[in-house]
């Protein structure tokens, strides 16, 4: 009873991972200590980012390099950090966990998030164009990029910011309307069941996602996701202005010409629950009460990013300004009033760059950790033994939680997985307890 069409389900962009947030330097057989180097291919989202940094004493130094497969996710993940390092100063706790997972998995949002969102849209706009030599935040490093991404993504950012009259020129101005976009690819995927899609949605639920393991993925909530894209609704508001960090192109053939349509063609079957909603250290959230769990993946969320922002607030450093005891207000936060977190450091790499690093002095047995995400897996060869370091740990996202996929699919993708690593010089960690969500490796002894 899956979809008519698989491959439409995942989409062609990835918006947000198909795996829970892991604290990549305690996935392997050492704990990397000190001054630790992850790179990160394709995790669509900052969510190892803060599950990494929320693990480390204070001691402890992070410097995380991050591809990306688009410009457009790359945006977007510089969206997310800006949100996650907004000053409590500006913004509480609960309001920020909030808006994050309301930019993060919803479809529209509220009119007060739509100006947070546009706000932090111009701070990275300048950002991205502004700094040269040295970068603004270092959890924002942009430098190394080549200047026409520095360009495309100023473009995007731009995007993001609603024109201010009728009359406005941008190339986004006429807006598009999720709801439309939504329902266009639902038709797509279901095909001849579009009619019968409440009975579509359920069965994915129950006989997928709650046979996985994920019973907190609650019903109603998952429904609505599937229907209209809102996987968070936490406030009385109104959810219906298009959250642009969500929209992008893709390129069809029509006629034997190239046509670039701007619309959705994220996730529209799995949902954006993985990240930070399935997994919980408080056992007494995974409670359940007659074959039902109390709370749900929006409450496992809330709590989840509430305690990764938590962490990063006990790592801020000293603040640049004096500001620090006094309320910023909202619409004045700038690059520099964000949150800079003591030994932390985020690095936006070039898309093309990954084959480039072995050839590169600086990058020579440099990275503790490797993640690929399932879409960037084939792109673990021979040459990435010359980036990790002796004890390098390598992680592969599996295919788990990709619904369209069956059990032989799934297995075959976990199986092509080990035979791609071996090639590439890495073995399967062998004392690891098997879970079918990541697999871990390390490097063969020579």
């Not at 040295?134 to 993001?160: G, Q, V, Y």
């Not at 529209?268 to 995974?286: N, Q």
């Not at 297995?411 to 791609?420: D, L, M, N, Y």
């Amino acid at each position: 009873m899956s979809a008519g069409r698989a491959a439409e389900g995942a989409g062609c962009i990835t918006w947000w991972g198909f795996s829970p947030a892991l604290d990549l330097l305690s996935t392997g057989p050492v704990r990397h200590e000190g001054e630790v180097n992850v790179l990160l291919v394709g995790s669509a989202d900052p969510r190892h980012i803060l599950k990494t940094i929320a693990s480390l004493q204070k001691e402890e130094s992070l410097h995380v390099w991050v591809i990306e497969n688009s410009m457009e996710v790359m945006a977007r993940q510089l969206l997310l950090l800006y949100l996650a390092l907004m000053p409590q100063e500006s913004m509480g706790l609960n309001e920020k966990t909030e808006v994050y997972l309301e930019v993060f998995g919803n479809s529209e949002i509220r009119s007060q998030t739509e100006e947070i969102l546009s706000r932090a849209a111009s701070q990275l706009s300048l950002c991205v164009t502004e700094t040269m030599e040295t970068a603004t935040h270092p959890c924002l490093d942009t430098t190394l990029l080549k200047f026409k991404e520095r360009d495309e993504l100023a473009r995007i950012f731009k995007s993001w910011i609603p024109p201010q009259s009728s009359s406005s020129s941008s190339a986004y101005s006429v807006p598009i309307c999720m709801s439309k976009a939504w329902d266009y690819r639902v038709r797509q995927h279901l095909g001849t069941r579009y009619d019968s899609k409440k009975g579509c949605f359920d069965w994915d639920l129950t006989m997928k996602l709650h046979e996985k393991g994920c019973g907190v993925i609650n019903k109603q909530q998952y429904a609505q996701w599937r229907e209209r894209g809102l996987a968070f609704e936490m406030r009385e508001g109104v959810y219906q202005i298009t959250n642009p960090s969500l929209l992008s192109s893709r390129v069809f053939s029509q006629k034997g010409n190239k046509v670039a349509v701007r619309g959705y063609w994220g996730d529209i079957v799995s949902s954006p629950y993985f990240s930070f909603g399935i997994e919980t250290d408080d056992k007494s959230l995974l409670k359940t009460q007659n074959g039902q769990h109390i709370k749900t993946a929006q409450d496992i969320s809330i709590e989840n990013v509430q305690a990764l922002f938590q962490s990063l607030s006990s790592r801020r450093g000293c603040p640049s300004t004096s500001q620090s005891d006094t309320q910023i207000d909202q619409k004045s936060v700038t690059i520099d009033d964000l949150m800079c977190l003591n030994g932390i450091s985020v690095t936006f790499l070039p898309l093309d760059s990954l084959y480039k690093l072995p050839g590169k002095q600086k990058y020579s047995h440099f990275f503790h950790a490797i993640y690929f995400s399932a879409s960037c897996v084939h792109q673990l060869g021979p040459m990435m033994r010359q980036i990790a370091a002796p004890d390098a740990v390598v992680v592969m996202e599996l295919a788990k939680y990709l619904l369209d996929l069956n059990k032989e699919q799934e297995a075959g993708f976990a199986k092509k997985v080990t035979s791609i690593a071996l090639e590439a010089g890495f073995e399967l960690w062998p004392d690891r307890k098997r879970n079918d969500v990541h697999a871990v490796f390390i490097p063969q002894e020579k």
